[in-house]
């Protein structure tokens, strides 16, 4: 059943995806190269999945979904820059910057941004005040006080030792704030109570904490094919991380934790959110 659903999200926003209008040039080539090269789409799917938890249609809100995996693909875009991560691979192909060469990536990453809010802001999503909601908390979760803040905290922390709080702060703002507010978004649009999203809200913080601690296993002990991408960046550039500072199992015990928070904030909705309930055993157990 997890299974099935996870698909037919996916599905639905591939399809919105492709469909965006895409017009030719290097600077649209570059965008479309880096987002639709694979992925998991976790951001959008829980987006669509919190709507479809409070009783809302999934499918009447994929372009606020959709912009989610924009901003997310942005990031990765510069993240992999070689005055941030480097990174020659993303996705199991050249990163864009190795493609497009470094100015281009940029540039893309800023367009796709941009276009994020352009597909926020679409008026046939017929929601001004939810949207108008949503369209702040979005910036907020991107930018100097989440995603962006959380970047620039970690380049920070590269060849120092952190204690464990510290790199907690850094990943509730540069991973758990977008999937965060990936939940919000679909528990506000699709108009759910404010019980409904602080439920959605807990777990998605749990989740994202989560979803950064299985990255830190995944660079030490992942296969760089599986993950498309190059393992043991995080040694590479000095960088504290779960498993650094509590070792393998450690980082296991710690993420387990986070997975039961997870569950745990799903209670209010009983029976109604057993795909979100299984999406926490999926990012425990992923492979890449």
Known sequence: MFKETFQRYLTMIEQTLTQLPWDKGVLNESMYYSLIGGGKRIRPVLALASAETVGGNPETMLRPAVALELIHTYSLIHDDLPAMDNDDYRRGRLSNHKVFGDAQAILAGDAL???AFELLADSELGQPERQLRMIREVAVAAGKDGMVGGQVADVAGEGRNLTLQEIEEIHKAKTGALLTVSARL????????????????????????????KDDILDIVGDSKTLGKPTGSDLRLGKSTYVSLLGLEGAEQQLHTQILKAQSALKPFSEGAIFLNQLALYIQERKH
């Open 186 to 213: 679909g528990g506000v649009l699709a108009g759910g109570t404010e019980e409904q999203v602080r439920a959605l809200t807990d777990y998605a913080q749990a989740l994202g904490l989560a979803f950064q601690i």
């Open 113 to 115: 941004l941009t276009y």
